[in-house]
């Protein structure tokens, strides 16, 4: 069967702007490069920031097609690749920023290092629901903070799209896992693996029920703000803060009379550079490794997405309404 020379694709034009339905070239994978028969785009905040022209951090000039995370199949392979063939079942964080072209178009010629094989267990919707956040989650987690079996672990904001894979993540290294969220997503925390704290609770007192008033071994914040303050109270004696909303302004001197480190996590940054890119690669294989040992799943909104209404999916989004990940079929 012979391959088209085009495709459909969701192209933005002006910052806010909806998506422009278009038909374009084909890309041609070049050299260490798949073409991927996109099935399915993870939509995440930082698409909805990217959309509004808000991210200076995620630049990517227009017009562009976004789209940072994609599950779909390989259906040719470029020159040097070896790890791939078609027809090959892949996912990963693989554009939507830097100029690389987005997951919202029927096809990407993707760089293979930030592949993997999907996971056997899961559809590919649910496969398009993990990369970044995986990504972002691990990063801060193992290559970091290097968590260790049997270490007290708090994630902040448990529910949210990092934390309830850094959760299960921590949970199946063997962590004694805790994580923050609101009186009404006790259950979702809790059927993760974690024990729940009220987000509204004072430090001293959770740190004093969790902990004996030790501090946690490793604190991760996926809030920001006066959440990363926070962890810096909470984190025991020599332990580890990482974050992945470390921006802003903050006070580092309960940290440091602590002796405790930090660290931040820009999970962006090998498609931005070029630089790590095998790494994330490597990640989403452990993702694929804990997936398919039935220790990890995604949270995934049941709604559905085409490109004609991601505008629908980043509305649900900047308003706070999404129930997981949102995805959108291609």
């Keep these: 069967m012979t391959r088209p020379s085009t495709m459909r694709a969701g192209v933005l034009e002006a910052r806010n702007a909806p998506l422009r339905i278009s038909q374009i070239s084909m890309p041609e994978p070049g050299a260490g490069e798949v073409l991927v028969r ?3 785009s993870g939509v995440n905040p930082l698409d909805t ?52 072209q987005g997951s919202l178009a029927e096809f990407a010629a993707v760089d293979a290092d930030l592949l993997a094989l999907k996971p056997a267990n899961l559809s590919m919707r649910e496969a398009a629901a993990l990369p970044l956040i995986f990504i972002t989650a691990w990063e801060g987690l193992i ?35 805790f994580a923050t969220g609101s009186a009404s997503q006790r259950a979702t925390i809790e059927g993760f693996g974690a024990v729940f704290t009220d987000r509204d609770t ?10 004996g008033g030790r501090g946690f071994d490793i604190v991760y914040d996926t809030v920001g703000g006066k959440v990363l303050d926070a962890s810096f109270a909470a984190v025991r004696r020599f332990g580890h803060v990482v974050s992945a909303l470390g921006w802003g302004m903050h006070a580092l001197a ?12 820009f999970t962006l940054l090998p498609l931005l550079t070029g630089e790590g890119r095998a790494h994330h690669g490597e990640i ?8 398919e040992a039935g220790k990890l799943v ?33």
């Excluded at 989403?284 to 997936?291: D, F, K, N, V, Y």
């Design 143 to 177: 290559d970091r903070a290097a968590l260790k079996a049997g270490q007290k672990v708090l994630i902040q904001g448990g529910a949210g799209g990092v934390g309830h894979v850094a959760i299960q993540i921590a949970h199946a290294l063997g962590a004694d896992v």
């Design 49 to 100: 920031k990217i959309h509004a022209g808000a991210a200076a951090h995620a630049r990517h000039p227009l017009p562009a097609i976004p789209g940072i995370d994609l599950a779909g199949v390989v259906e040719q392979t470029g020159r040097g690749v070896t790890r791939f063939k078609p027809g090959d079942e892949v996912y990963g964080m693989t554009g939507g920023v830097g100029g690389v």
């Design 284 to 291: 989403m294989r452990e993702a694929t490794r804990l997936i």
């Design 38 to 40: 996109v099935r399915a």
């Design 202 to 211: 004072a430090v001293e007192t959770y740190v004093a029920e969790h902990t």
């Design 254 to 265: 309960p940290l440091s009379f602590r002796a405790a480190t930090y660290s931040g996590v």
């Design 298 to 330: 995604p949270l995934v909104d049941t709604r559905r997405f085409t490109l004609e209404t991601v505008g629908d999916a980043y509305a649900l989004i900047r308003d706070r309404a999404a129930k997981g990940k949102l995805i959108v079929d291609v």
